[in-house]
């Protein structure tokens, strides 16, 4: 008996799927050139015994012609035969007392009928390998014959997608994605995201894709509106534009007011206007109109009953169900009941006093204070240990948020080692730099900043990492200083939940956190004081923002050396004002210039930072504060005299 049961490819680096592969590849080149069975199978015969002796490996030598004549016989029957519209012609079997095919000159009773069927192979198993073997010229040819089998044409566009030939997956799949090939149906729908994949690898921007789109929405076939409409829905909902997105999908509905697919649809753009209660009715109707087809759609069924009370969740779970990536899950677990555990404060480890150069008078008075390091309890070292084996993440280089370049565990769905060594580690959850790994990972999740909730997970990890420092006998009298990089991974988490708070409009927890973090790392190497003094000056607490530039008398932040101008002429003292203005001037002239203008075009900015000095420092300092400036009675008439009679000297 021939050893295959499966005839596709399991396992295309194993001997019996490189053998199988190599003899249907020769198979469709001799039945596309025409050769008739007889032939075939002959061939079969003598040649599939040295092509695949895997295939054969258990039958005995004196079966083996006959063996492989049945499977020529096999791919034969599924062979697309050019002279039937490249369906499959197969041969007659054989009766009982028919003579046997294979040529032994007995009756088929007493020959071959009393062998082990060989499998059959399915037709659909031999279109990746036309599409490998046969010029690309040959299969435009074949796909435009009308009996063409339909399938064919997705199949082998599949297999051009995974070979990075994203134009021939266009010129096969979108003549019937926008207007002919009535044949296609409901089952094809995915064609649709290959296609629109294949013009965004293709085309720079999306015009031609959205024009493909435009184009789908008015085929014959209802089916293939509803999911361009979907699509479109969904690009819309990404930009923002949420007119667009909710005709888009009221489109969809009449297309296809039976696609259970809608359901997640309309919570995501519900989600995304942040309409959560409305979110939770209708996944109430989805529910109701679904809920008898639970055996068809388990899945759905349970995702929608998660979003009758979390949609955000769920829609979260829809997307791991869909791309078969759990990871998002089994963390959202592992985090759930990791938080649970009460948080463990770090050891600190004396390092002395730090040296800052320059004169004794100009030296901040925190330098007075010892500097310590954040140690974590030995408890935690074997989590550390596994982390560290599983995942290799790029630390960000200085004060940057962003990771350095290094392999994107998302990208792979079967790397999940670093997760495993969280499950094993609950304890994980009291490490720092494990945390700081964590928030970089999530930021860097494919759909981290869309609705499907995966920034979610981000503020408990930012939380736990204050408890952890809050739990820490650093003391008063002592500093967390950031040129220490064992302390780096805390103040990079305190830093990210001073800017969650202020993006979330918790202000107050915002300035209470950067006063904090100002007596923990008194040289504040983010620049969170910048931020706070921005917030005295519109405050009015124009004493407490001059206090904070004092202890800066050096800084090189705009928003410092112009904070210290404003307060000190918010304070009535004019000739501190001056003289600190002069100085601001001297430093950064384009930042009075920007304050005095109505209007100014905002410039090119970098990836590279922020330019000191520079028209982007300018203008966004004048985008931040000139109302405050404006709102501070003669402040912004003296500034514009002021920088004015300078510009003359």
């Not at 053998?19 to 469709?28: F, T």
């Not at 596994?386 to 792979?412: C, H, Q, V």
């Not at 004092?550 to 112009?562: A, S």
């Not at 985008?623 to 002021?642: F, I, S, V, Y």
Request: glycine share 6%; aromatic share 8%; proline share 7%.
């Amino acid at each position: 008996m021939a050893k295959f049961d499966d005839p596709g490819f399991p396992d295309e680096t194993g001997e019996l799927g490189v053998e199988l592969r190599l003899v249907l590849g020769i198979a469709a080149r001799k039945v596309l050139e025409g050769v008739d069975d007889a032939a075939f199978l002959e061939w079969a015969r003598d040649a599939i015994p040295n092509l695949a002796p895997t295939m054969l490996v258990d039958v005995p030598p004196q079966e083996l012609d006959r063996e492989a004549f049945w499977i020529g016989v096999s791919i034969w029957n599924a062979a697309p035969s050019p002279a039937n519209h490249y369906q499959p012609s197969p041969v007659p079997k054989p009766g009982r007392n028919d003579a046997c095919p294979c040529g032994s000159g007995m009756k088929y009773k007493r020959c071959c009928q009393r062998l082990r069927p060989v499998p059959d192979f399915p037709a659909l198993v031999f279109w990746p390998v036309i599409a490998e073997v046969c010029p690309k010229t040959e299969v435009d040819r074949m796909i435009a014959d009308p009996g063409f089998p339909v399938d064919g044409i997705g199949l082998m566009a599949e297999c051009f997608f995974e070979n990075g030939d994203y134009l021939q997956v266009i010129r096969m799949l979108e003549p019937p994605l926008t207007g002919g090939a009535e044949r296609i149906r409901t089952e094809h729908a995915h064609w649709i995201d290959m296609l629109c994949d294949a013009y965004d690898e293709q085309y720079r921007t999306p015009r031609k894709k959205l024009a493909l789109l435009d184009k789908m929405t008015k085929h014959r076939l209802k089916f293939v509106q509803g999911e361009a409409w979907q699509r479109l829905c969904s690009i819309r909902i990404d930009e923002d534009d949420f007119g667009g997105a909710h005709e888009a999908f009221a489109a969809a509905m009449r297309a296809q007011p039976d696609n259970p697919l809608l359901s997640i649809l309309e919570l995501t753009l519900l989600g995304s206007l942040g309409e959560i209660d409305q979110a939770r009715r209708r996944a109430r109707f989805w529910l109701q109109k679904w809920e008898g087809h639970e055996d068809e759609l388990p899945e759905l069924i349970a995702t929608l009953r998660r979003a009758v009370s979390d949609p955000m969740s769920a829609l979260q779970l829809s997307i791991a169900r869909a791309t078969g990536d759990d990871r998002i899950e089994r963390l959202e677990r592992w985090l759930s009941a990791s938080l649970e555990r009460s948080a463990i404060g770090w050891g600190t480890e004396a390092c002395g006093k730090l040296d800052v150069h320059g004169d004794d008078s100009e030296k901040p008075t925190w330098t007075d204070r010892e500097a310590v390091t954040l140690m974590p309890p030995p408890a935690l070292g074997a989590a550390l240990q596994a982390w560290r084996e599983a995942a290799e993440i790029g630390k960000p280089f200085a004060t940057s948020l962003d990771p350095m370049d290094y392999d994107n565990p998302w990208d792979d769905a079967d790397e999940d080692a670093w997760l495993t060594a969280l499950e094993l580690h609950p304890e994980a959850i009291d490490h720092l730099d494990i945390l700081d790994d964590l928030v970089l990972l999530l930021r860097e999740h494919p759909l981290a900043g869309s609705v499907y909730g995966i920034d979610d997970m981000i503020p408990p990890l930012l939380l736990r990492a204050r408890r952890i420092v809050e739990a820490s006998p650093i003391g008063e009298d002592r500093i967390l200083p950031w040129g220490f990089l064992e302390n780096r991974p805390g103040l990079r988490l305190l830093t990210q939940l001073v800017l969650y708070y202020q993006d979330n409009g918790a202000l107050s927890e915002a300035v209470e956190l950067i006063q904090w973090l100002l007596e923990l790392n008194p040289e504040d190497n983010q620049g969170l004081r910048a931020m706070l003094i921005n917030h005295y000056l519109r405050a009015g607490n124009y004493a407490d923002a001059l206090e904070l530039a004092q202890r800066y008398t050096r800084d090189f932040l705009v928003d410092v050396t112009y904070g210290r101008v404003l307060a000190l002429f918010a304070l009535g003292r004019r000739d501190e004002a001056d003289t600190a203005l002069g100085k601001a001037v001297d430093r950064s002239p384009l930042v009075a210039q920007y304050l005095g203008r109505a209007r100014v075009v905002r410039p090119e900015f970098h990836d590279a930072g922020i330019s000191v000095g520079g028209p982007d420092e300018a203008w966004l300092y004048r985008d931040e504060m000139r109302d405050t400036w404006n709102d501070t009675k003669g402040a912004m008439p003296w500034l514009k005299q002021t920088a004015r009679n300078r510009e003359r000297l």
